[in-house]
DNA sequence: ATATGCACCTGTGTGC
DNA sequence: TGCACACAGGTGCATA
């Protein structure tokens, strides 16, 4: 589910009541994430003092005092919510952090996408399939040559790719190439110099804006406060096949690709 | 190296 | 109402 606008989102809900906080209880109902948890876990986190609340990508790192990590991903469905202590658990919430104040943060992630992993600092061979986290260090035009250059596959994929650019999903893939007036399915080795200043910029203004609005609530995406996000009031393409561009009118197109929906319109994106 | 397809899960919506 | 099927914000691994 969460993209980096989300995972942003939920990051800066959960930061001021989580730094500080000391773990004082750690209670695990289901190990089997993405990968399943280690046997040390609930052991590993207990007593420990969270220090920092960091983003890279898609991928939280809550810092422990002592150097560790606490690294965590949302996954399709996963989610963060703070609630206070002692409230009663619902179906599929997995881990439970108690506080030192009274108050608990609860992993919920009904389809088991998401991961949650202890290391130290950032040595964690996800972290290493993570480039440049595309909202603070976005490439510049000059980079985005570079980056397209000789690659045959379609713009929408390489957005995607987390390797080269931390943070992009399918929501926002689409939405920054209908901003950029390119088609998804391009070559990525195709585009211009023109249209690659325009993803650029397309890029940055999707992914401030829906940051800004706390990003996208489609079915029951919810910060860590339990409030809705607003962008997708403001989604121009995805999930708008059949209904009019709001630029020109002509009916927003649906297709496949390498699996995935994309969304786009025929006559404003070439 | 690069690109694609599928598996991993549960829930929801649609059509018959 | 029941059932089958498609599809959903992501990632990792196997395969060409």
């Known amino acids: 589910m969460p993209e980096l606008p989300e995972v942003e989102t939920t990051r800066r809900s959960l930061q001021p009541h989580v730094v500080g906080a000391r773990i004082a209880a750690v209670t695990v109902r289901e190990r089997r994430l993405r990968r399943p948890l280690d046997d040390d876990f609930e052991r590993r986190l207990f007593g420990r003092q969270i220090t920092a609340l960091e983003r890279r990508g898609k991928y939280l790192l809550f810092r422990l005092e002592d150097g560790d990590t606490l690294l965590v991903h949302l996954g399709m469905s996963g989610s963060l919510e703070l609630m206070k202590a002692g409230t009663p658990l619902a179906v599929h919430d997995h881990v439970v952090l108690i506080f030192d104040r009274d108050l608990q943060m609860v ?99 999707v992914l401030e804006r829906a940051v800004e609005l706390g990003g996208s609530s489609i079915s029951d995406y919810r910060d860590a406060n339990g409030n809705a996000g607003y962008f997708q009031i403001h989604h121009a393409v995805y999930d708008r096949d059949g209904q009019p561009c709001a630029k020109c009118t002509t009916p927003i197109k649906r297709v496949v690709q390498s699996g995935r929906s994309s969304f786009y319109c025929p006559k404003c994106q070439r």
């Open 107 to 205: 992993f919920n992630d009904p389809r088991r996408f998401g991961l949650m992993r202890l290391g130290h600092a950032d040595d964690f061979a996800e972290l290493r399939n993570v480039g440049r986290d595309s909202l603070s260090s976005a490439p510049s035009v000059d980079e985005w040559r570079g980056l397209t250059r000789g690659r045959k596959l379609a713009i929408k994929n390489l957005l995607m790719d987390q390797r080269v650019l931390g943070g992009v999903g399918n929501i926002y893939a689409s939405e920054m190439l209908f901003l950029a007036g390119v088609r998804p399915g391009r070559r990525a080795a195709t585009l211009t110099r023109a249209e690659l200043t325009r993803l650029a910029d397309a890029m940055r203004a």
